[in-house]
């Protein structure tokens, strides 16, 4: 069975261009969740998808957002860049069916310059 | 803030070593999960332990919960020098947000060979 995957694995970026990060859950799976890691924050959660539907995000501004896609798989854009948003980003899935475990991805390490 | 709050920060132990860390949290929670994080990569889920469980055991790993205490504590037994990782503890809140995951900075643990 396939894991998460994310796209890209690593990208670059200049203040005030936009980021678009992808994710591909699990098969099966219907949730996922999107995270941001920076240096010294731990991981901050930032979006909840789940059957296409966004059900809670994190204390971020709206220049985060995301969509969840018919196949599930799901799409973090972060507009006008700022240079503390440089992270790893990760996602993870879930199944409705099998429990609370999240599955992590490999994470998109963003820099922005 | 919700999170889990991991401590100490960082456990350095020599191979064979026993290493235990701990996670202290703030309201009633439905399950509180374990996971591993090595450099700067995904996370791997380790261990899930209910709100009525006392203990866990999973191969070399023991996780107890205290809820009166609200607290955790994740025991490695004879650690090996690939235990080498960061680990979170992360927190389901009872409610609504049970399938919602909070997370910490971590204990970031060095195996010494």
């Known amino acids: 069975e396939a894991g998460v995957t994310q796209s890209p694995t690593h990208l670059i970026k200049t203040r005030g261009q936009q980021a678009t990060l992808r994710c591909s859950p699990i098969s099966g799976h219907t949730s996922v969740y999107w995270y941001q890691q920076a240096l010294g924050l731990g991981l901050q959660f930032l979006l909840w998808y789940d059957e296409g539907e966004e059900r809670n995000r994190g204390n971020f501004p709206p220049r985060f957002s995301g969509r969840q896609f018919p196949n599930y798989s799901s799409e973090l854009n972060v507009n006008a860049l700022e240079l503390e948003d440089s992270a790893l980003y990760l996602c993870?899935?879930?199944?409705?069916?099998?429990?609370?475990?999240?599955?992590f991805g490999p994470g998109t390490r963003l820099l922005v310059l | 803030s919700q999170q889990g709050e991991e401590d100490p920060q960082a456990l350095s132990i020599q191979e064979g070593e026993n290493a235990t860390m701990n996670c202290s949290y703030k309201?009633?929670?439905?399950?509180l999960q374990w996971y591993r994080q090595n450099s700067g990569r995904g996370l791997v889920h380790l261990i899930l332990?209910?709100?009525?469980?006392r203990e866990k055991h999973s191969g070399r790993l023991r996780v107890t919960l205290d809820t009166s205490k609200k607290s955790s504590s994740l025991l490695i037994t004879a650690s090996r020098a690939a235990d080498t990782a960061s680990y979170f503890c992360a927190p389901a809140y009872s409610g609504a947000g049970s399938y919602q995951l909070t997370f910490g900075k971590g204990t970031k643990l060095s195996v010494i060979p």
């Open positions: 309201t009633s929670i439905n399950n």
């Open positions: 993870a899935s879930r199944s409705r069916t099998a429990g609370e475990t999240q599955y």
């Open positions: 332990i209910r709100s009525n469980e």
